[in-house]
């Protein structure tokens, strides 16, 4: 396996910041902070689904679109984010800070077992009590 130098610190959601000053503190859950605007919890969710962190995901998913629990089948291996080939966002739409509801339109490019996928979606997040959920998503 080619060595992905320099690349082992940035975060996995290709914000360019390194992944402790960027998606990590959400998913510690030992520490209480959350995400400021939409695209920040999708960015964290992104990361979630690299890492496989079920409980991250559930846990910031709506109580009234989460599944019972999150089997990550189609998707590459846990912690291989050389698998992940990228994420791109689109466009959002709302989701700041003094919004309690937004939009954010991207699409995720991975890989498995060699063959390319592409996730295009538009998520939907609402705030509740000063925390984002993830409702649903529009797979297009
Ligand atoms: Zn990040």
Not at 42 to 47: D, F, H, L, P, T
Not at 63 to 86: T, V
Request: glycine share 4%.
């Amino acid at each position: 396996m080619a060595k992905k130098a320099a690349k082992n610190n940035s975060c996995p959601c290709q914000s360019g910041l390194v992944f402790s000053q960027c998606c990590a503190p959400f998913l510690n859950s030992n520490s209480a902070i959350l995400p400021e605007t939409a695209e920040q919890l999708m960015r964290s969710r992104y990361c979630a689904y690299v890492l496989h962190n079920s409980h991250y995901l559930l846990n910031t998913w709506h109580p009234e679109h989460r599944p019972e629990n999150l089997i990550f089948e189609n998707m590459p291996p846990e912690n291989s984010p050389g698998q992940w080939l990228g994420l791109k966002i689109k466009s959002t739409h709302m989701g700041l800070k003094e919004d309690d509801r937004g939009e954010v339109h991207f699409i995720a490019r991975y890989k498995i077992n060699g063959k390319a996928f592409r996730l295009e979606e538009k998520s939907r997040f609402v705030k509740i009590n000063d925390q984002w959920f993830y409702t649903t998503g529009q797979i297009s």
